[in-house]
Nanobody
């Protein structure tokens, strides 16, 4: 069993930055592919970024490329999402998710564990 706890969300002005953190319990964190999803009320959940455990390959959805960076610190059992140049359309609840699969998946159903979510609001 893995428990995920996100932190770092909040209100930020357009153009600002936030860093989300996701702390995981368990001894095998390094063997989980980690993803950050986001969801806006009434819309489908979207994979924003992911990092595979098997080859450290990363994925970013087109709308965040060049602005967001996913990273992981296996010694701290933590995955991060650095978000720069934030836009109002980045406003959403952001969820951390862990998958036993060796490669990332776009489908939320392929992830085994989820955090409770953290709200990110980008507004002036």
């Amino acid at each position: 069993q893995v428990q995920l706890v996100e932190s770092g969300g909040g209100l930020v002005q357009p153009g600002g930055s936030l860093r989300l953190s996701c702390a995981a319990s368990g001894r095998t964190f390094s063997r989980y592919t980690m993803g950050w999803f986001r969801q806006v009320l009434g819309k489908e959940r979207e994979l924003v970024a992911a990092v595979s455990w098997s080859d450290s390959n990363t994925y970013y959805t087109d709308s965040v490329k060049g602005r967001f960076t996913i990273s992981r610190d296996n010694a701290k059992n933590t995955v991060y999402l650095q978000m720069n140049s934030l836009k109002p359309e980045d406003t959403a609840v952001y969820y951390c998710a862990a998958s036993k699969g060796g490669s990332y998946s776009y489908e939320g159903a392929d992830y085994d564990y989820w955090g409770q979510g953290t709200q990110v609001t980008v507004s002036s």
